[in-house]
Structures are given as C-alpha cells and as structure tokens.
C-alpha cells in the first residue's frame, strides 16, 4: 500500500478498540497505548458490492455506524492489498445470497474465492483473490466499457472517507489477473500479487492509450486533490449525498474497450461535476 504511517503507529480493527477501548478512553487527551489506525476491512467488499450490484443502503448503513475515534487514532481505508478481498465482513451485514451473487460475478471476472471450513464441517466464502481493476470488469449484468470508470468512482469514494487513504501498488497501474503467476506458485494470492518487470511497466505507462497509464495518471491528479482537503475530510454523517443510491450501471457506449487495449479518447461529453460538500471545501 501507498501509505504514510507516523513512528510507533501500528494498525487493528475497529473491534480492538470497540472491545472496552472507547468506553475506557473517556477525556479529550487520551489516546489508545496499543493501536492507532484503524483496518476498513468490510470498506473493499461493501464497495465491491455497491458498484457492481447497483445497492448502495448497505454501504451506506455501515458508514454511518462509524464512531468517532479517540485523539490520535484514524481509519485506514482501502479498497485492495497484498491480500484478497475479505469476506467475513459481509456476514450478517448481507443475505447469503447477495455474497454468493458476488463470488460467483468475481470467478466470472477471473478471480478465485477461497474457503474457510466452518465447525459444522460446512465450506463459506473467506477470501476473493482478483485485481481490483478486473473486479471493476463490470456489473452483474456481465462486462461492460465502464471499467477504467468504475474503478475510478471506487477510488474517489475511498479517499473521500474521513481517514488515511491506502492504495495498493497494483491499483495504481491497473494490473490484471496474474494466473501465471498463481501457476508459478501454487498460491491464490499470487493473482494479485504481480511482479513487474521495469521494462514492461515503463512501457505501458508511456503509451497514451491504455489503461496503466489512464488510471496511474489519474489516480496521481486525485491524490494531489486529496493532500490540499482539510485532515477530517468528509465527516460520516456528512457524506456527499450522491454516494446515496447511485447507480452502479452507467447507461452503455458504443466503444467496446478490452483491459490493457488502446482506448479511443471519448467522445461523449464528461458528467457535470457536483459541488464539493461543506466538510471537504477547503478554507
């Protein structure tokens, strides 16, 4: 991940502190002596499930459960990392058959979803190994040419949150799914886990139609807006209104793009940009 983490910071989920610790820490100066960031586990597939399913009260039900985190201590948020897509996070916030409609979309899309084997001798879903890039391959209608757009919208709704926002090496340069790489190495993980060679990277970043250098070159404009935001930017209950309800399926274009092919510039005109909201203006 592409993260800044301060000396003697270190990382756990909301359940360490929920576990007593906001009870505990009552005063404006105390602060947590074992854990400061905050894991947004269930971010990636809340999100997942958003933007490729079309329903977005979920997302937005956790995200307004969010509590305020004492002095010192942030959210992490996420979208992807070295690991897979956690599912566990997903249960008892979505029916079964919403999580089942997922994994089977992501295999799909060329992922792999690995299995827990429960007490009851019973198999669920524990991980989805896949790029996020090719998790944006499209909806649950199928594929579509909203990738590269997709995965943006993702992006821009992750570092929106109130938090540090984390961005992992492969969603920086678009990767696809490694499946050489899991044959070289017999590990599920290893999909997500592509080692570039310099030359190849250089290559496509430098090539002005793909989309490596389409999402690189945007996901650095993004950042640089993201560094000038005020350091409590949009707080949970002022989230902007249309992450509420938005569709996840834009209506269709005539050019089909294929992932890492040479896309035509567009030719339709950009959506109008919404006004930023009043805890993300800046001063």
């Known amino acids: 991940m592409v993260a800044y983490s301060p000396p003697g910071r270190s990382y756990f989920g909301l359940e360490r502190l929920s ?6 820490l ?25 933007l490729t399913s079309g329903e977005a009260g979920t997302l937005a039900t956790w995200l307004s459960s969010l509590p305020e985190l004492p002095p010192g201590c942030s959210y992490l948020n996420f979208t992807a990392s070295h690991d897979g897509i956690g599912v566990r996070p997903l249960e008892g916030r979505m029916p079964a058959h919403d999580i089942e409609a997922l994994t089977e979309l992501m295999h799909r899309f060329g992922g792999f979803v690995s299995m827990r084997a429960n007490p009851g001798g019973e198999d669920t879903p524990y991980e989805i190994n896949i790029t996020w890039f090719d998790a944006m391959k499209g909806t649950r209608r199928g594929a579509d040419p909203w990738q590269v757009e997709r995965f943006l919208c993702s992006q821009n709704l992750m570092m929106a949150l109130q938090g540090i926002p984390a961005l ?3 969603s920086m340069t678009a990767s696809l799914n490694d499946h050489e790489g899991v044959e070289r190495s017999g590990r599920l993980r290893s999909l997500n886990r592509r080692r570039w060679q310099r030359e190849e990277l250089d290559e496509l970043l430098d090539s002005r139609n793909t989309p490596t250098r389409e999402v690189f070159m945007a996901l650095k404009r993004r950042l640089a807006v993201r560094r000038r935001e005020p350091a409590r930017c949009c707080h949970r209950r002022e989230c902007p209104p249309w992450t509420r309800g938005a569709s996840a399926s834009p209506p269709p274009r005539s050019d089909a793009h294929a992932a890492q092919a040479p896309r035509p510039p567009a030719t339709s005109p950009r959506p109008a940009r919404h006004p930023r909201p009043r805890c993300c203006a800046g001063s």
């Not at 576990?19 to 505990?24: A, Q, T, Y």
């Not at 009552?26 to 958003?50: C, M, N």
Request: a negative charge; glycine letters at 8%.
């Open 168 to 170: 992992y090496l492969h």
């Open 19 to 24: 576990d007593g610790g906001l009870d505990r």
């Open 26 to 50: 009552s005063g404006p100066v105390d602060t947590p002596d074992e854990a400061h960031l905050v894991y947004q586990f269930p971010l990636p597939p809340l999100l997942l499930h958003t």
